[in-house]
């Protein structure tokens, strides 16, 4: 890698990213480009921090590109001020933001759900009694991936996609375009807490590892109730529950992003204290996958 040639774009990270936890993204920067001071004519380097309020800053490009002070900074072994570097996965993630994709980042994070969802989405989407010309709606459609494949099920209905961050709005656009295109589905930006739709209007609906993020789950599952037809289906798919023995990772995971967790007692009276008549807990014998379905 060449660590010398920046582009817009490029990943870099400030020498003191060595002094902070690994596991953060602090100091870690986008270059967004150059630019020349309009009186003195100097050069500039513009760049993005990818950590905290995300904000832009400017410095002198000289500064920028110079070398690490070892005589003030002894213990730092990085030779420059700032360096390209590569993300990893979870910093991908993090910068993504699992809860509402954003940036580069999140888009990159959708591409690798659209894979890494796909088999336990399979597996959920057997529950399902599909017709031809069932109306379907996925919330948190995220990288649009289980609509195509729902929209295989239903030749003669209509797919409707909600998501509240643009990022995946875009993406399930991108995914989903010849369907859009011939009016077969649409794609909403939209909190699931304030669903944009009409009561009794979909026959079967979805979602797929949201559920963690949702705010108020009570209040959002009655929002699913609303829009549900009278003897339609809802499936709430997730990889993890609450008391199955998840391995450290998975919990410290749970831990740092904040997820909701319930376990399948706690989600079966979530059902019924937002409406559901009749809810059901599908287990997947020898994973934690857990599929809670709900009717009217």
Known sequence: MDLRTLNPG?????????????????????????????????????????????????????????????????????????????????????????????????????????????????????????????????????????LKRMSEKVPKGHLTGVDYSPVSVEKSSETNKEDIASGKMEILEASVSALPLPDDSFDRIITVESFYFWPEPVHDLSEVRRVLKPGGQFLLVADIYGSFDLDEKTRKNIRDLELLNPTPDEFVDLFRSAGFTAVTVHLNEGTSWIVVEGRI
């Open 10 to 146: 490029d990943i870099v990270r400030h020498f003191k990213r060595e002094t902070v936890d690994p596991d953060s993204t602090k100091y870690l920067y986008r270059i967004i480009g150059t630019a020349t001071h309009s009186e003195t004519r100097e050069p500039v380097m513009v760049y993005q921090a990818l950590y905290d309020d995300f904000g832009m800053y400017v410095r002198p490009y000289e500064m920028f590109m110079s070398e690490v002070d070892h005589e003030k900074y002894p213990d730092i072994k990085q030779k420059y001020r700032f360096e390209k570097t590569e993300l990893s996965e979870s910093e991908i993630t993090k910068i993504g933001n699992p809860a509402k994709p954003q940036m580069t980042e999140g888009a990159q994070m959708l591409d690798r759900m659209n894979k890494s969802h796909y088999e336990v989405t399979g597996w959920a989407l057997d529950f399902f009694n599909f017709c031809p010309d069932d109306h379907v709606l996925d919330i948190g459609c995220g990288g649009g991936m289980t």
